[in-house]
């Protein structure tokens, strides 16, 4: 789920920060630079994991910054296509639901990728499984989940300008660089507690069974 990438960079220090130590202020530059962001083909950065390399600092000509030249490690969250994780439901809506990691919410469930006879309620802005002979078990707002990887999306940037109306509001925004494709059609997939009250009512029944042998001696 996460890997380290090693980067090389030209890193600004701006004047308020020399008064930190040279490893501080340089890693909060590069944190400031690349945490929660995306990078193509990489995966969406987290924090800085350790330098590596630095070279001398350079004062900017008219500007006052230091520049660094640095090769440091980040933490990248990068599953694999495959990977179970989990997360919770964030919201939902006709073409699926959309997964909350805590650190992003770039993770989409299309509804394809649900269980057979799943509906959604648009009353209830909810999913619903269905099954066979079962009772009606919801795909709930703040529910925990499992979800399996599927693939994911990369989108290519274009530069744009944020337009926005009389009343000063944004009217449109950039879409995410990148997300990730899961499903929720496979046994133990879903809301955890569907599993859990599942596995909680077959050891009912297996102690049940033990009370009655103990019985009939």
């Known amino acids: 789920m996460f890997i380290l990438t090693t980067i090389e960079d030209l890193i600004q ?3 308020r920060d020399f008064g930190k130590p040279s490893a501080q202020a340089l890693k909060d530059a590069i944190n ?3 945490s929660n962001k995306i990078i193509q083909k990489v995966g969406l950065c987290l924090c800085m994991w350790d330098l ?7 004062i900017g000509h008219g500007t006052g910054l230091v520049n660094v030249n640095v090769e ?11 990977e179970i994780l989990y997360g919770r439901i964030k919201s939902a809506n006709e073409e699926g639901i959309v997964i909350d990691l805590d650190f992003t919410s770039e993770v989409f469930i299309p509804h394809q990728n649900l269980f057979e006879n799943s509906t959604f309620d648009e009353g209830e802005s909810t999913w619903i499984w269905r099954p066979e002979g079962g009772a009606e078990l919801f795909f709930d707002k703040g529910e925990p989940v499992l979800f399996r990887v599927e693939q994911e999306e990369w989108i290519d940037q274009k530069p744009t300008m944020v337009r926005k109306n009389e009343q000063g509001e944004v009217e449109e925004t950039r879409d995410t660089a990148w997300r990730l494709i899961g499903s929720m059609n496979q046994s133990g997939l879903g809301p955890t507690l569907w599993w859990e009250e599942a ?3 077959e050891a009912g029944e297996e102690d049940g069974d033990v ?6 001696e």
């Open 211 to 216: 009370d009655m042998d103990g019985a009939g």
């Open 32 to 34: 400031a630079k690349y």
């Open 72 to 82: 440091f490690r980040m933490t990248v969250f990068r599953p694999f296509r495959g």
């Open 52 to 58: 590596l390399q630095t070279s001398e600092g350079l």
């Open 13 to 15: 220090i701006p004047p």
């Open 199 to 201: 596995g909680g009512e």
